[in-house]
T-cell receptor
């Protein structure tokens, strides 16, 4: 069965370190998204991609970067982790239009100390 | 920007009762979607309703859309303990991406 996976599921890192969160989907979807979820803010879009070599900034992109070198993967990099980036991160993908239903991964809980 | 706003923020009902959640939004939309999130899990898509549709059903779920009032409701009939979760609406804000609300936490008491 097709799926979307994230790794690691939990990560603790120190302020200033570079961190990369992995996202891999086997749906063969063109569109992939990264969100963060925080109490009081709901789900906020960080970056998204329409396809290979395409990336776009979302609502809260400062301090984050992504690259799309193939259809299956969209890794999220925190260039220099900050305590404000402690959150739960979700990757999602969708096929066809960007407005189609999205399929979410299980999430990565990141703690920056 | 926050497009969809769910109401109420939290809802607690007895098993077997119906649960109704509402979503309001600000700008014109192409479609509106509802998602469920169980504790510690990712979101799961429930239903998508297009702007030219007024009502849609899926099993025990019924979604209505009133574009004149810029609002939608999700009704879960004959609730079960397994329906305990957070429910989110998402709208496209007229742009090519979805914006999620903060969700309604639904608790079904046995």
């Amino acid at each position: 069965d097709a799926e979307i996976t994230q790794s690691p599921r939990h990560k603790i890192t120190e302020t200033g370190r570079q961190v990369t969160l992995a996202c891999h989907q086997t749906w063969n979807h063109n569109n992939m998204f990264w969100y963060r979820q925080d109490l009081g803010h709901g789900l906020r879009l960080i970056h998204y991609s329409y396809g290979v070599q395409d990336t776009n900034k979302g609502e809260v992109s400062d301090g984050y970067s992504v690259s799309r070198s193939n259809t299956e993967d969209l890794p999220l990099t925190l260039e220099s982790a900050a305590s404000s980036q402690t959150s739960v991160y979700f990757c999602a993908s969708s096929g066809g239009s960007l407005l189609r239903e999205q399929y979410f991964g299980p999430g990565t809980r990141l703690t920056v100390t | 920007s926050q497009q969809g706003e769910e109401d109420p923020q939290a809802l607690s009902i007895q098993e077997g009762e119906n649960a109704t959640m509402n979503c309001s939004y600000k700008t014109s939309i192409n479609n509106l979607q509802w998602y469920r999130q169980n504790s510690g899990r990712g979101l799961v898509h429930l239903i998508l309703i297009r702007s030219n549709e007024r009502e849609k059903h899926s099993g025990r779920l019924r979604v209505t859309l009133d574009t004149s009032k810029k609002s939608s409701s999700l009704l879960i009939t004959a609730s079960r303990a397994a329906d305990t979760a957070s429910y989110f609406c998402a709208t496209d804000e007229g742009a090519q991406k979805l914006v999620f609300g903060q969700g309604t936490r639904l608790t079904i008491n046995p």
